[in-house]
């Protein structure tokens, strides 16, 4: 369940900022791509290279256009990161399309 709130809170950040551009008449395909994989994010769907293309366009979109604070930018960047290392989790289409993982420590 920490999973499914960590991917819904960064999915919704990215959608607030770039929605932002998007309701100011800055639509870009950065924008675009940012939502798109906001809604990849939110939905568990191929979440550790949407993540990581998220925070990487995210800190691009921030050096090139300063979209949005620089708190907000890493704060999105720095939760797409951990998501992207730690996986979409059990309740993600990535656990119905490719298998629940379990990690066991030998003893």
């Known amino acids: 369940m920490g999973l499914l709130m960590l991917r819904v809170a960064a999915a919704m950040l990215i959608l607030v900022t770039?929605?932002?551009?998007i309701m100011n008449g800055?639509?870009?395909i950065p924008s675009l791509l940012l939502t798109l994989l906001a809604i990849f994010i939110g939905l568990g769907l191929f979440t550790t290279p949407?993540?990581?293309l998220a925070a990487l366009l995210k800190i691009g979109l921030y050096l090139g256009l300063h979209d949005a604070p620089l708190l907000i930018t890493i704060t999105i960047a720095?939760?797409?990161?951990?998501?992207s290392m730690m996986g979409a989790g059990a309740y993600s289409l990535d656990a119905l399309l490719f298998g629940y993982r379990r990690v066991t420590l030998p003893r």
């Open 50 to 52: 949407a993540s990581s």
């Open 26 to 28: 800055r639509v870009s």
């Open 78 to 83: 720095e939760v797409c990161i951990a998501l």
């Open 18 to 21: 770039a929605g932002e551009q």
